[in-house]
């Protein structure tokens, strides 16, 4: 199985502030990754795929890129509903799997 | 609007079985990919299967946690995908969500999920 490590866990951050969150693959991925934002009691929703291509309606202030290894969700002014679990997964090789999130907290 | 709505989850003793079911509805539910994915209470998410539609001859693909154990299967005629859980371990207990499977050029990745149901596993 692909493991996909999330740097970091946990983030404390203020309403402003930019922020990145790296996933980085155990084996080469190509773009074969998505990144997911699951607030508080709610069902995850799709943030961006093929590793740079944000989802329609994402807003601008998300910005991801990578490639094989290392993978980047940067934040570039955290707004409130921001604050979530941030999840990477793969889906280069079956089974697909996740990274075990970051949790962006209000710091 | 796409929903997706489980059904079927409860407590079970460790080593019986529970067969999940979700139903779809607000889109063509034979043209997507289905996927299962849970979450153990306060953990992360887990991906567990995935069932491919009737061009790809509805071939199905597992999480190593649960290969040999689960079995994910759909009826397109009344939009929904079921998730047979057998042997089960108390390891399993999370809420198991539904998912639609969408797909960009090469790209596959979840855009719609259910709520999930909640299984517990516990003697």
């Known amino acids: 199985d692909i493991q996909l490590t999330q740097s970091p866990s946990f983030l404390s951050a203020s309403v402003g502030d930019r922020v990145t969150i790296t996933c980085r693959a155990g084996?080469?991925?190509?773009?074969?990754l998505v990144w997911y934002q699951q607030r508080p009691g709610k069902a995850p929703e799709v943030l961006a795929y093929?590793?740079?291509t944000l989802q329609s309606g994402v807003p601008s202030r998300f910005s991801v890129g990578g490639f094989d290894t290392e993978f980047t969700l940067t934040i570039s002014s955290l707004q409130p509903e921001d604050f979530a679990t941030y999840y990477c997964?793969?889906?280069?090789?079956?089974?697909?799997?996740f990274g075990q999130g970051t949790r962006l907290e209000v710091k | 609007e796409v929903d997706l709505v489980e059904s079927g989850g409860g407590l079970v003793r460790p080593g019986r079985s529970l067969r999940l079911s979700c139903t779809a509805s607000?889109?063509?539910?034979?043209?997507?990919?289905m996927d299962w994915v849970r979450q153990a209470p306060g953990k992360g998410l887990e991906w567990v299967g995935r069932i491919r539609k009737r061009t790809n001859s509805y071939t199905t693909e597992y999480a190593t946690s649960v290969k040999g154990r689960f079995t994910i299967s759909r009826d397109d005629s009344r939009n929904s995908v079921y998730l047979q859980m057998n042997s089960l371990q108390i390891a399993d207990t999370a809420v198991y969500s539904c998912?639609?499977?969408?797909?960009?050029?090469?790209?596959?990745?979840?855009?719609?999920w259910g709520q999930g149901t909640l299984v517990t596993v516990s003697s």
């Open positions: 998912a639609r499977v969408s797909v960009r050029g090469d790209y596959y990745f979840i855009d719609s």
């Open positions: 607000g889109f063509s539910f034979s043209d997507h990919y």
């Open positions: 093929g590793a740079s």
């Open positions: 997964q793969q889906s280069k090789n079956y089974p697909v799997t």
């Open positions: 084996q080469e991925i190509s773009r074969f």
